[in-house]
């Protein structure tokens, strides 16, 4: 019931957070200059040709009551329709979340058992070159942004060794096509997030290797590998799944950037094309949507440091 309690307060918080966001995007997408008026009749029409079609859009409502319009129709499950094609905005997300969630899925399924393997085995062998060559390498693709890893890689793999496709497409049919599709996306994403998770890694291990038991079972002559893997790790186990979790909700800065750049059909490229033709409901419910996930993995981010430390279970 403690645990239950305390799960609760940290989803009410998010709920909260959330609505507070809400007001946040709906301000923001508003006060850029324009709107899908613009982008549906074009620069050279008369000024009551765009009064008539805003009236038709609902864009003459006062700011509050197209905000409780629209937050009426996220609570209900309608974020509203498309301004531009007319279509309802949950049928356009729909698709583009799912390429987005095989994409991440994708990055995840290679980044964390690499990151790891790396900080599990750089806290064994700390003070070696080993040690050192991998922080150093980490620091270096932390502080390189992924759009200029992107660039480097279509120039290098996609434009002089024609090795993969410049373009990513959400199919998988068969290992060969996967590899076209998927490589250059995914080791763009994997580097900064590998790298980032791989560091916690290591200092969520390196904090508990400086323990008194563990260093009365050193005296004891355990050997190192041992010391990690069956003393250290189990209880290093919540600060790196924090980890994680963590580094899993920064993708989403990296996916927005990726996907532009190699045209991949996701939610972050179809909110893109939403700002270029101001197409308000779409914008924000991507946004939400962003937010949303983001939250739900600090969530668990926040859940697994309860559950992994007794002091915090207790209180």
Same mark, same amino acid.
């Given at each position: 019931?403690?645990?239950?309690?305390?799960?609760?307060?940290?989803?009410?918080?998010?709920?909260?957070?959330?609505?507070?966001?809400?007001?946040?995007?709906?301000?923001?997408?508003?006060?850029?200059?324009?709107?899908?008026? $613009?982008?549906?009749?074009?620069?050279?029409?008369?000024?009551?040709?765009?009064?008539?079609?805003?009236?038709?859009?609902?864009?003459?409502?006062?700011?509050?009551?197209?905000?409780?319009?629209?937050?009426?129709?996220?609570?209900?499950?309608?974020?509203?329709?498309?301004?531009? #094609?007319?279509?309802?905005?949950?049928?356009?997300?729909?698709?583009? *979340?799912? #390429?987005?969630?095989?994409?991440?899925?994708?990055?995840?399924?290679?980044?964390?058992?690499?990151?790891?393997?790396?900080?599990?085995?750089?806290?064994?062998?700390?003070?070696?070159?080993?040690?050192?060559?991998?922080?150093?390498?980490?620091?270096?693709?932390?502080?390189?942004?992924?759009?200029?890893?992107? !660039?480097?890689?279509?120039?290098?793999?996609?434009?002089?060794?024609?090795?993969?496709?410049?373009?990513?497409?959400?199919?998988?049919?068969?290992? !060969? &096509?996967?590899?076209? #599709?998927?490589?250059?996306?995914?080791?763009?994403?994997?580097?900064?997030? !590998?790298?980032?998770?791989?560091?916690?890694?290591?200092?969520?291990?390196?904090?508990?290797?400086?323990?008194?038991?563990?260093?009365?079972?050193?005296?004891?002559?355990?050997?190192?590998?041992?010391?990690?893997?069956?003393?250290?790790?189990?209880?290093?186990?919540?600060?790196?799944? #924090?980890?994680?979790?963590?580094?899993?909700?920064?993708?989403?800065?990296?996916?927005?950037?990726? $996907?532009?750049? *190699?045209?991949?059909?996701?939610?972050?490229?179809?909110?893109?094309?939403?700002? &270029? !033709?101001?197409?308000?409901?779409?914008?924000?419910?991507?946004?939400?949507?962003?937010?949303?996930?983001?939250?739900?993995?600090?969530?668990?981010?926040?859940?697994?440091?309860?559950?992994?430390?007794?002091?915090?279970?207790?209180?």
């Amino acid at each position: 019931m403690l645990m239950l309690g305390m799960i609760v307060r940290r989803v009410l918080g998010g709920l909260l957070t959330l609505l507070l966001v809400s007001v946040v995007v709906f301000v923001g997408t508003n006060i850029l200059p324009g709107d899908a008026t $613009e982008a549906i009749l074009g620069q050279s029409v008369s000024p009551e040709a765009v009064a008539g079609l805003r009236k038709a859009l609902g864009l003459d409502l006062p700011a509050h009551e197209r905000y409780l319009r629209w937050l009426a129709g996220l609570l209900s499950g309608d974020p509203g329709v498309s301004l531009i #094609n007319r279509l309802p905005v949950a049928q356009l997300i729909g698709p583009r *979340f799912a #390429n987005s969630l095989l994409l991440t899925a994708l990055t995840a399924a290679v980044a964390v058992p690499l990151a790891l393997l790396i900080g599990i085995t750089t806290a064994i062998w700390r003070g070696t070159l080993y040690d050192r060559v991998a922080n150093v390498t980490a620091v270096s693709l932390v502080a390189v942004p992924e759009f200029l890893l992107a !660039t480097v890689g279509v120039m290098l793999f996609a434009v002089q060794l024609h090795w993969v496709s410049a373009l990513a497409k959400p199919s998988i049919g068969s290992f !060969t &096509e996967a590899l076209q #599709n998927f490589t250059l996306p995914v080791l763009t994403l994997c580097f900064a997030v !590998t790298a980032q998770m791989a560091r916690m890694t290591r200092a969520a291990l390196l904090g508990v290797l400086d323990s008194s038991y563990i260093e009365m079972a050193r005296l004891k002559g355990v050997r190192p590998a041992r010391l990690v893997l069956h003393h250290a790790l189990r209880n290093a186990a919540g600060p790196i799944a #924090n980890a994680v979790a963590l580094n899993l909700s920064s993708l989403l800065g990296g996916v927005i950037i990726v $996907e532009v750049i *190699f045209s991949y059909p996701g939610l972050a490229k179809l909110a893109v094309d939403a700002v &270029e !033709t101001r197409d308000m409901p779409l914008v924000q419910a991507c946004a939400m949507i962003f937010c949303a996930t983001f939250m739900l993995l600090v969530l668990v981010a926040d859940v697994c440091s309860i559950l992994s430390n007794p002091r915090l279970r207790t209180r």
